[in-house]
């Protein structure tokens, strides 16, 4: 008797399951073929990622047959099994769990696999518009025989390039894999967000990911993986060619660089002037020098005003500003083409063809106080990509001293060198290793009062090195959401992520990647 295990798919949930191989099949199936099974009342479908001729003698009795294999030859190559493999092994999670959204997205399997040749992931340095010429230059350049996949953390991002490049491209988001019958994929360019991550791809095709560090190309499920890590690890396997366009190289991929396991292309020049305003000795929250400039600007033109801080901090500027402005925030997303003065968070970002006079910065010291150990990069991306927005760039701050002003009209590569010192001395990412932990309550009493707890037991655990401070990020209608990041001086063993997760609360989780 043949026995597959086998991913199999319902409804609502992800399951890896055994079960037996009739005769008349036998000649059929392999490891990643794609099968109908029985699951529970209902068949369902599945891959097989496994096959034995042995199981466990206490489940023997309990296995129920494979129903059919797929006509049409669908699956999982063996490359992409090796691929769910190996991000279950990272993650600490099952095979089904990383198999969620591949399931979505089967291949028509080949006779015999290709041996794929490793390729260094390429890196593209620079703003959106440089990013968005260079997405038009690879796909002039390698579409017609090689298949190209964008995977966006804007959707507005990935809007621009379809439109630019018209019905050559096929765009994958949830509503189309969310359907019972999978769309054929005839196309050889695909642009989508996260949901296409796990696209089929053959060896020397190209997997783009654009802006690879944002949170939006992380999973919001379990394992909680992020587009970075699958990219990298679709490319040492099955070797396609991985491209990340990033404003801004994350500080632990510099020693990629330095390695020469990574190519680097840098194309990131300032395009704003910077004028930096010493707030001490005022608890204006404009600075009558600078109202006065915001006034001037709006003679001529619109202004941009943001703040650093979310929704609560808008009332105290609102007051102080010469108009009421439009307010762009996560709650609310949409700019008004009529309006000239418009009061916003970093969601502004998610709008690359606005623009404006002058952009106004205030409340940034949110970014430049470190709570969390990339804030003042994440700030110095965030600079150069409003210097595409507008041409003069106003900041009031506390920290006029900053190095991250520096860094915005000089060698970037200086202060990386700097950073990575700093970080060697204390052990901290890449030379150890950044857990994240994500916590979720009904309330912010209540998630605070778990964080302290936790925050205690974390303590307690000698392998770690140092916890940061816990910090509440998102309130939704339902749930509060935080995270406290934790840093060690090696690799956590599989044990030690054990204990973690065990001092957790049973909503909190774990943020394990490579």
């Given at each position: ?15 890896e399951?055994?079960?037996?191989v ?20 209902k ?29 049409m ?51 593209w ?38 439109e ?12 189309v ?13 695909i ?7 796990f ?18 190309l ?24 991985v ?16 390695n020469?396991?990574?190519k680097l ?82 969601k ?19 970014f ?20 595409e ?28 060198a ?15 290793t ?6 979720v ?27 940061g ?19 060690c001086?090696?690799a956590?063993?599989?044990?030690q ?18």
């Amino acid at each position: 008797m043949i026995y597959a295990t086998i991913i199999a798919r319902s409804r609502t949930n992800i399951e890896e399951l055994t079960y037996s191989v009739p005769a008349n099949i036998i000649p059929y199936i392999r490891v990643g073929s794609l099968v109908v099974v029985p699951l529970r009342q209902k068949l369902v479908q599945g891959v097989v990622v496994g096959l034995s001729r042995r199981v466990s003698a206490d489940i023997r009795d309990k296995v129920r047959p494979v129903e059919s294999v797929s006509k049409m030859g669908m699956g999982f190559s063996p490359a992409r099994v090796r691929v769910i493999e190996r991000l279950a092994e990272i993650s600490g999670s099952s095979l089904g769990e990383v198999a969620t959204s591949a399931l979505r997205l089967p291949e028509t399997l080949m006779v015999g696999e290709l041996t794929p040749k490793r390729l260094k992931p390429i890196v593209w340095q620079a703003t959106w518009p440089k990013r968005l010429e260079f997405y038009l230059a690879l796909i002039k350049k390698h579409s017609a025989h090689h298949r190209l996949v964008f995977v966006f953390a804007l959707g507005e991002h990935a809007s621009i390039l379809a439109e630019a490049v018209g019905e050559k491209a096929m765009i994958i988001d949830d509503n189309v894999l969310s359907r019972k019958k999978p769309p054929e994929f005839s196309k050889n360019i695909i642009i989508g967000t996260l949901s296409a991550i796990f696209f089929p791809l053959k060896p020397a095709d190209y997997l783009i990911i654009d802006q690879p560090d944002q949170l939006g190309l992380r999973q919001q499920h379990r394992p909680y993986l992020s587009a970075k890590t699958i990219a990298m690890t679709r490319g040492e396997i099955e070797g396609v060619q991985v491209v990340f366009g990033s404003t801004l190289l994350a500080v632990a991929d510099v020693g990629r660089i330095k390695n020469r396991d990574w190519k680097l292309f840098n194309h990131l020049k300032p395009s704003a002037a910077l004028t930096i305003i010493n707030r001490h000795g005022s608890r204006d929250e404009l600075l009558p020098s600078t109202l006065e400039t915001i006034k001037r600007a709006l003679t001529a033109g619109r202004a941009l005003i943001f703040s650093a801080y979310k929704d609560e901090a808008f009332a105290r500027l609102r007051a102080a500003l010469p108009q009421k402005p439009a307010e762009i925030s996560s709650p609310n997303n949409i700019v008004p083409g009529n309006t000239k003065l418009v009061l916003a968070t970093e969601k502004i970002l998610s709008f690359p063809n606005q623009r404006f006079e002058i952009t106004v910065m205030t409340d940034v010291e949110r970014f430049l106080g470190g709570k969390n150990l990339d804030d003042p990069w994440k700030f110095l991306a965030i600079l150069f990509e409003l210097g595409e927005l507008s041409p003069k760039i106003i900041i009031q701050t506390y920290e006029p001293d900053h190095w991250v002003f520096q860094a915005f009209g000089g060698n970037i590569g200086r202060f990386y060198a700097t950073e990575l010192k700093e970080r060697q001395r204390y052990q901290l990412p890449p030379y150890g290793t950044e857990i994240k932990i994500i916590g979720v309550a009904k309330s912010e009493a209540e998630l605070l009062t778990q964080a302290k707890k936790v925050v205690a037991e974390v303590e307690k655990l000698s392998w770690i090195s140092q916890a940061g401070e816990f910090e509440v990020e998102k309130i939704s209608p339902r749930n509060v959401f935080g995270h406290l990041t934790v840093y060690c001086p090696k690799a956590a063993s599989i044990s030690q992520k054990t204990r973690l997760k065990e001092v957790l609360p049973p909503a909190w989780r774990l943020l394990l990647d490579a």
